[in-house]
Every structure is written in structure tokens, then in C-alpha cells.
């Protein structure tokens, strides 16, 4: 992601505590309190400018979501669109995703969404990517026991990496397609750069993944 300078984006951030939650390792545990309701909870590990979530929210009333992003001017974008949606069941969190366990217990989100993540091509910086074994472990540890991954990406490297990674780490993968929009898949909801790839010609690679128990 090419990143800007967004004046006054920190001050945006603080502002609006209602929408981008401060000190979530405070809410660790107490989600369902945050959205005062018992709906599923869905997250967005790299939530970027926040299209993705905002159309997430809005079509699914019956789910709260939470997108992650640790880049203060990114999820400044994102908060726009948050503020002019008014959907109540959309939250933000302005942090690093390595530290996710520090804001969810045990069980306690329904599934985890990476899209168009950094693909960290080099070899000696595998270990960055969000489907390294060690973030599965992390995903494991916060999703319950039914939880799954749904992953996007127009970076066929890094889609076989992680499709390799999840298999090795013993997941199992269904509605896995090579060619996303030439497939018969419906509710697709377009980020940003999914829309400036395949606009490209880019294929778009998804899959869904889940743990076994």
C-alpha cells in the first residue's frame, strides 16, 4: 500500500472513539458488550481504506464486524465511509494485527477475512505474511471452533503459498476458485485494489479455510 500523509488523521481518530475503539485490549472478552448484542463477529485483518467492511456491514445487518488497520491515515479513510454508512455494527481498531490476542479471547470472533494482504515476496520475509504458520496460530486461537479464513488476493505467489501453508497447518479448504470473477460465486464485495487489479485483467484468487477439531 502506497501510504500518504493525512493531516490531522490522528486527531479524526481520537475524535471518534465510538467507531475506532481505544484501548481494545480492554474490550478483550467483552465484544458482544461493545455492540450491546449477541451477533456472529467477523474481523478484517488489514482493513485498509475500509470499503470492504462498510459493504460487509451493510449487507449483513445481523453481524458486527471489526476491520483492523495499523496505519493511522489508512483507517482515517476508512472512518469516513464508517461515518457517512451510519451502520452500527461496524467498529475499528487502529493497531497491529500481531498483537491480536491481546484484544479477542478464545472463541471469540466467527471468522477472519484477509484480503489483497502485503505479499512480503522475498523469501527471507515470509514470516510477515498473514498466512504464515504463526498467524494461523493466532486466528486458531481467537476463532471458535467452527471459525474460518476467508482469503483474497490477486497475487497467485502468494495464494499457493498460503494455500500451502493452511494445508501443511492442517486446515481444510472449500470454495476455492483461481478465477474469482469468471466464477459462479455470489455476494462478492469488492476492496479497493480488487477493483483497480481486476479492472487490469487480473485474476482474483479467494478460498475459504477452516480448522480442524
Known amino acids: 500500500m502506497r501510504l500518504r500523509h493525512k493531516p490531522g488523521a490522528a486527531d479524526q481518530v481520537k475524535e471518534n472513539a465510538h467507531y475506532v475503539i481505544p484501548n481494545p485490549s480492554e474490550q478483550k472478552g467483552k465484544w458482544q458488550e461493545v455492540?450491546?448484542?449477541?451477533?456472529?463477529?467477523?474481523?478484517e485483518v488489514g482493513t485498509g481504506r475500509g470499503?470492504?467492511?462498510?459493504?460487509?456491514?451493510?449487507?449483513?445487518?445481523?453481524?458486527?464486524?471489526?476491520?483492523?488497520?495499523?496505519y493511522t491515515s489508512v483507517i482515517s479513510d476508512a472512518l469516513d465511509k464508517l461515518i457517512e454508512a451510519e451502520v452500527p455494527?461496524?467498529?475499528?481498531?487502529?493497531?497491529?494485527?500481531?498483537k491480536l490476542t491481546d484484544f479477542f479471547e478464545d472463541g471469540e470472533i466467527d471468522r477472519v477475512y484477509l484480503n489483497f494482504s502485503d505479499p512480503w515476496p522475498k523469501v527471507r520475509h515470509e514470516k510477515r505474511r498473514l498466512t504464515y504458520k504463526t498467524f494461523l496460530?493466532?486466528?486458531?486461537?481467537i476463532l471458535k471452533n467452527d471459525g474460518e479464513i476467508h482469503f483474497k488476493t490477486d497475487n497467485?505467489?502468494?495464494f499457493?503459498?498460503?494455500?500451502?501453508?493452511?494445508?501443511?497447518?492442517?486446515?481444510?479448504m472449500h470454495f476455492l476458485?483461481?478465477?474469482?470473477?469468471?466464477s459462479d460465486f455470489e455476494g462478492n464485495i469488492m476492496t479497493e485494489y480488487e477493483e483497480k487489479f481486476s479492472s487490469k485483467g487480473n485474476r482474483?484468487?479467494?478460498?475459504?479455510?477452516?480448522?480442524?477439531?
Not at 160 to 172: L, Q, W
Not at 177 to 182: A, E, G, N, Q, R
Open 35 to 43: 455492540f450491546q448484542n449477541d451477533q456472529p463477529i467477523h474481523i
Open 51 to 70: 470499503r470492504f467492511m462498510v459493504g460487509m456491514a451493510k449487507a449483513n445487518p445481523h453481524i458486527n464486524y471489526i476491520g483492523i488497520e495499523k
Open 89 to 98: 455494527n461496524l467498529k475499528l481498531l487502529n493497531v497491529d494485527a500481531q
Open 137 to 141: 496460530n493466532m486466528y486458531q486461537q
Open 156 to 158: 497467485q505467489d502468494l
Open 160 to 172: 499457493e503459498f498460503s494455500i500451502m501453508s493452511m494445508a501443511n497447518y492442517g486446515m481444510t
Open 177 to 182: 476458485s483461481l478465477d474469482l470473477h469468471k
Open 204 to 213: 482474483i484468487y479467494r478460498v475459504e479455510a477452516a480448522y480442524r477439531n
